[in-house]
């Protein structure tokens, strides 16, 4: 059977620089898949290409086996393949419901339809309470939180997470952790990036490890720990390797 997601060869250049350099991996529904690497190693770009906000110079992207390379953001997000940004920006003049709702309205066209889907979202994501709450006045973690939410509105089969711990302290590290559990215990695949690889060996199942857009290395996290070309590529950074 095929791979819910199947990238292959994937590259992308801007002007002289290989942000992405031939990348092929692929995603077996109901995992969780780490993506780390240093800054600038083309972790985000790679998301960009996969959720359709950029096209490849070269390669394939193939979504539930069929090819999505060329297809919109918004299509391939219909298709059930849907990503947060790094910089978290929700519609701070908005609730936290309206800003699930604006999700929501990928699926849903009628506005009590949508309300009914976002409050089905706020239950699953602890947040109910706050869902009268101005977006603008909520906390880091919350604003994290309130942007996975508002992707998983758009009911996703795959979720692509952008660096949804970076700025948490360790507590709400610990209660994102189990966030992601609970999304995949409901049948949810993620592709999660991350550079912090303490955080990601303990949610993913599988990493992948890019340095200068190549991918150079994947495997289970405790090999990933103790690859020569990972140990390599974050030398000189000041993260944690265990
Ligand atoms: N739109 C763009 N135009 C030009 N260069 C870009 C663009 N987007 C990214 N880059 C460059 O491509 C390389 C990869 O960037 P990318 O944002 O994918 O890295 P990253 O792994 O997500 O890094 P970080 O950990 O800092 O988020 C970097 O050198 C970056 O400066
Ligand atoms: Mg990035």
Request: aromatic share 4%.
């Amino acid at each position: 059977m095929a791979s819910l997601l199947d990238v292959r060869g994937v590259s992308k250049r801007f002007g002289g620089l290989s942000a992405v350099r031939d990348v092929s991996f692929s995603v077996e529904e109901g995992e969780i898949v780490g993506v780390i690497g240093p800054n600038g190693a083309g972790k985000t770009t790679l998301f960009s290409l996969v959720s359709g906000f950029i096209r490849p110079d070269a390669g394939e992207i193939r979504f539930q086996d069929r090819t999505v390379t060329d297809l919109a953001p918004e299509r391939r997000c219909h298709l059930g393949l849907c990503r947060t940004f790094q910089l978290v920006k929700p519609f701070g003049n908005m609730t936290v419901r309206q800003n699930v709702m604006v999700g929501a309205f990928a699926r849903h066209r009628r506005p009590g339809d949508a309300r009914a889907a976002a409050d089905g979202v706020l239950e699953a994501t602890g947040m109910t309470a706050l869902a009268d709450v101005l977006a603008r006045t909520l906390p880091v973690e919350r604003r994290k939180r309130l942007e996975v939410a508002r992707a998983l509105a758009t009911s996703p089969r795959l979720l692509l997470l952008d660096e949804v711990f970076a700025g948490l302290n360790p507590t709400e590290i610990k209660g994102m952790v189990e966030f992601l559990g609970r999304l995949r215990a409901r049948g949810l695949t993620l592709l999660v990036i991350e550079h912090i690889m303490a955080v990601i060996m303990q949610v993913s199942a599988r990493i992948l490890v890019l340095h200068h857009g190549e991918k150079i290395a994947e495997g289970a996290p405790a090999a990933i720990a103790r690859h020569p070309r990972v140990i390599e590529a974050y030398l000189g950074e000041e993260y944690l390797l265990a």
